[in-house]
T-cell receptor, first 113, second 113 residues
């Protein structure tokens, strides 16, 4: 089946720094990718929809200036957490649709210290 | 908001069938029922999907009621590795930005030895 690769799988950063997470569709092209965040013992929460060649669409309550999304090619979307704070520590997951299925990356565990 | 309702948790004995219910009483005519599962600290994994007919694949069977207001995912012979959170999602099939997956709270299936 189709594969979505996410990198890094785990990252620790200092408060105030920025972190970039990459999401790649390895064997299909994805004009649309999705970014989720998941806190412990909670479900996945959709943060934004990444659109190739255009601006991302953010869900209500998600700060677009803090979570920068770039989708420069049909196989790569990046999420940059800017000026990270401890409350941004979470599990971030990306997804891409190879219709009719949606495929998910393995997730990135971000810890801000 | 998620358009599905699932029990928060279920237990199942190893080797027995696991039957996971899902209510989706407001499902639209063009919406499919999708099932995913998430094993701890991993990205969600696609299991199966269907529109109105029952479906079966190597992982599971999906039974959809005639009125399409509910469905049941069946794992025929549960193993310890099937312990995970199972999510039932309704969405229109297709790869567009409007076809995002919204996750509800899911069912934590605990397979007991």
């Amino acid at each position: 089946g189709a594969v979505v690769s996410q990198h890094p799988s785990r990252v620790i950063c200092k408060s105030g720094t920025s972190v970039k997470i990459e999401c790649r569709s390895l064997d299909f092209q994805a004009t649309t990718m999705f970014w989720y965040r998941q806190f412990p013992k909670q479900s996945l929460m959709l943060m934004a929809t990444s659109n190739e060649g255009s601006k991302a669409t953010y869900e209500q309550g998600v700060e677009k200036d803090k979570f920068l999304i770039n989708h420069a090619s049909l196989t790569l979307s990046t999420l940059t957490v800017t000026s990270a704070h401890p409350e941004d520590s979470s599990f971030y997951i990306c997804s891409a649709i190879n219709s009719p299925e949606a495929f998910f990356g393995q997730g990135t565990r971000l810890t801000v210290v | 908001d998620a358009k599905t309702t699932q029990p928060p948790s279920m237990d199942c004995a190893e080797g027995r069938a696991a039957n996971l219910p899902c209510n989706h009483s407001t499902i639209s005519g063009n919406e499919y029922v999708y099932w995913y599962r998430q094993i701890h600290s991993q990205g969600p994994q696609y299991i199966i999907h269907g529109l109105k007919n029952n479906e079966t694949n190597e992982m599971a069977s999906l039974i959809i009621t005639e009125d399409r207001k509910s469905s049941t995912l069946i794992l025929p012979h549960a193993t310890l590795r099937d312990t995970a959170v199972y999510y039932c999602i309704v969405r229109v099939a297709g790869g567009g930005a409007t076809n995002k997956l919204i996750f509800g709270t899911g069912t934590l299936l605990a397979v007991q030895p």
